[in-house]
């Protein structure tokens, strides 16, 4: 079983940045995949990032694409947003999650097996 802690949220102004970390822990293995995911008050939970744990392909959602950067540190087993010129649109509760389904990046929500609790990220404008 694999558990995922979140930190790094908080308030920052329009045009700000954040680094969010998602730890993992328990049995965690090298083929597996790691995603980032939002849910802003009133809205459905959208996919942001994922990378793949082995080879570090990454993808992205197309309102984060140029201002956001997922990675890891396979030692650590670590994973990690950069998030760059944030918008009040980027306002929600960001939630790593885990999928040992697949060893590409995945974007479906439900082919992610674990989740962690979710750290709130707030930009003013």
């Known amino acids: 079983q694999v558990q995922l802690v979140e930190s790094g949220g908080g308030l920052v102004q329009a045009g700000g940045s954040l680094r969010l970390s998602c730890a993992a822990s328990g049995r965690t293995h090298s083929s597996y995949v790691m995603g980032w995911f939002r849910q802003a008050p009133g809205k459905e939970r959208e996919f942001v990032a994922t990378?793949?744990?082995?080879?570090?392909?990454?993808d992205y959602a197309d309102s984060v694409k140029g201002r956001f950067t997922i990675s890891r540190d396979n030692g650590r087993k670590m994973m990690f947003l950069q998030m760059n010129n944030l918008k009040p649109e980027d306002t929600a509760v960001y939630s790593c999650?885990?999928?040992?389904?697949?060893?590409?990046?995945?974007?479906?929500?439900?082919?992610?097996?674990?989740w962690g609790q979710g750290t709130q990220v707030t930009v003013s404008s």
């Open positions: 990378i793949s744990w082995g080879s570090g392909t990454t």
């Open positions: 999650a885990v999928s040992l389904r697949s060893t590409q990046p995945i974007r479906a929500q439900v082919l992610y097996d674990t």
